[in-house]
């Protein structure tokens, strides 16, 4: 069974910093893109940041855009965001998802997804 598995969250002050994984329990995710999403109480499911399977082309939300950068070791099978400068407004469950290529910006075209981890900054 395919597994996505996030890992990094947790409780930060605005300003800080956090580093979200996503190990992949399948080595053909290797060649699937990927992406993060995140989902504040209350509110829908939203496109954070993608990345097509080789690591060359990445996609950001605006909210986001300067501040987090996604990045993926295929040899570890892992998907990174590292997320710089935070916002009380960043606070939401991080989820990753995988999709067969190409790289893709909305929830609805992924098949794969994570179970979340928590982000949660403080003012």
């Known amino acids: 069974q395919v597994q996505l598995v996030e890992s990094g969250g947790g409780l930060v002050q605005a300003g800080g910093s956090l580093r979200l994984s996503c190990a992949a329990s399948?080595?053909?995710?290797?060649?699937?893109?990927k992406g993060w999403f995140r989902q504040a109480p209350g509110k829908e499911r939203e496109f954070v940041a993608a990345?097509?399977?080789?690591?060359?082309?990445?996609y950001y939300a605006d909210s986001v855009k300067g501040r987090f950068t996604i990045s993926r070791d295929n040899a570890a099978n892992t998907l990174y965001l590292q997320m710089n400068s935070l916002k009380p407004e960043d606070t939401a469950v991080y989820y990753c998802?995988?999709?067969?290529?190409?790289?893709?910006?909305?929830?609805?075209?992924?098949?794969?997804w994570g179970q979340g981890t928590q982000v949660t900054v403080s003012s």
């Open positions: 399948r080595r053909t995710f290797s060649t699937y893109a």
């Open positions: 998802a995988a999709r067969r290529s190409p790289i893709a910006t909305t929830r609805d075209e992924y098949d794969y």
């Open positions: 990345i097509s399977w080789n690591g060359d082309t990445k």
